[in-house]
């Protein structure tokens, strides 16, 4: 895992960014000839219109996880071998041994690298981006690739219409490298947890993982479940205190980040937040309408996209926020 250590205090910087999603497109319309829905009912509720899915039969988590990786690897301008660690945040790898990790660092060639598989739900990258980037500041490593991805469609029952319209597939991923400047990476993050409403998202595999007062749920066992209005409740009332937590305690206003790049959930939640904030539209991507929630892949797909195009402006810190099953929460504030 273990290149050179910087010498004394370094920086963290981000060398390049990478991200996959699927051919297929599950569109609205498909969901109307599916249930009883439609286009307008799905985008007035969640701002959606599309989302991607992959073919189950022959990809899945770790096929996301290694095109975004090589990807990134590409747009950074390293080779595989100089990764000391590789990170992948997800809830729907296909094993949990071996890791999505271990299976596409050796898909890519990454033969130095240490690999795991972290587990936040849609807080998943944000987690796994404070812990990559505390390890490389503290020396602990050099370079590392930091994935999210989700098979969304693998853990989603199509017969349930609250829940199925949500979600989508996708993946992303940023590689993170010491840097002399100590000024550039992360300034500021925070990651929390509430584990007394884990029941409001959950995905129970056995009769016995699921509480009394959800007995009764008709979404069958392997798939996600979900409190709608719950999720929204939280959701709406966190996102707005982590985003306001991050500007206090960096002493930044919103007009002094480039981006606020927040976890795609539902345009409702992300519009609230950007109100309540008075944050400027153009500082808020929305991505949600052509990919749905795909979890711990949305910021980084989010990410990917806004630093291809230019919009992550060098030298003007940008924010990460994400909330999700756990529940859990997080942020996380870059210069660069």
């Known amino acids: 895992m273990m290149g050179p250590l910087p010498s004394g ?25 599916m249930m009883d829905t439609s286009d307008e009912w799905i985008k007035q509720r969640t ?48 094993m949990t041994c071996p890791s999505v990790s271990c299976r ?13 598989d972290l587990v936040a739900a849609c807080s998943g990258f944000v987690y796994a981006l404070n812990t990559a980037e505390a390890m490389v500041r503290a ?42 400047d100590p000024t550039k990476g992360c300034i500021y993050q925070h ?34 479940r ?19 937590d991050a500007f206090a ?12 790049i927040c976890h795609q959930s539902n345009v409702r939640i992300i519009d609230a937040a950007r109100e309540k904030l008075n944050i400027d539209p153009s500082k808020i991507y929305v991505n949600i309408d052509r990919y749905g929630n795909s979890s711990a892949g949305s910021v980084p797909l989010c990410l990917d996209e806004l630093w291809r195009a230019g919009k992550i402006t060098k030298g003007k810190p940008f924010m990460l926020v994400a909330f999700g099953g756990g529940l859990t929460w997080a942020s996380s504030v870059w210069n660069t």
């Open 47 to 94: 701002g959606i219109s599309e989302r991607r899915v992959l073919d189950l039969r022959t990809e899945g988590c770790s096929t996301l996880a290694q095109r975004a990786l090589e990807r990134a690897i590409d747009a950074a301008g390293i080779k595989a071998e100089e990764l000391d660690l590789v990170i992948v945040a997800s809830v729907t790898m296909e």
């Open 139 to 180: 020396g602990r490593a050099r370079t590392v690739a930091v994935i999210g991805s989700e098979a969304m469609s693998s853990i989603i029952d199509y017969t349930d219409r609250t829940v199925s319209i949500l979600f989508g597939d996708a993946a992303g991923c940023a590689i993170i490298q010491a840097d002399a």
């Open 9 to 33: 205090a370094c920086g963290v910087r981000i060398l390049g960014t990478g991200s996959a999603v699927p051919d297929r497109r599950l569109t609205n319309a498909d969901f109307a000839r």
């Open 104 to 116: 596409i660092a050796g898909a890519v060639g990454a033969k130095n690298a240490a690999a795991f």
């Open 191 to 224: 990651m929390g947890a509430d584990g007394s409403g884990w029941h409001a998202l959950y995905i129970p595999r056995r009769e016995t993982d699921v509480p009394p007062e959800d007995a009764a749920n008709p979404v069958r066992l392997g798939n996600l």
């Open 226 to 244: 979900m409190n709608g209005k719950e999720v929204f409740r939280f959701a709406v009332t966190k996102f707005r205190e982590v985003m306001e």
């Open 249 to 260: 305690k960096t002493g930044l206003t919103p007009d002094d980040v480039s981006q606020v």
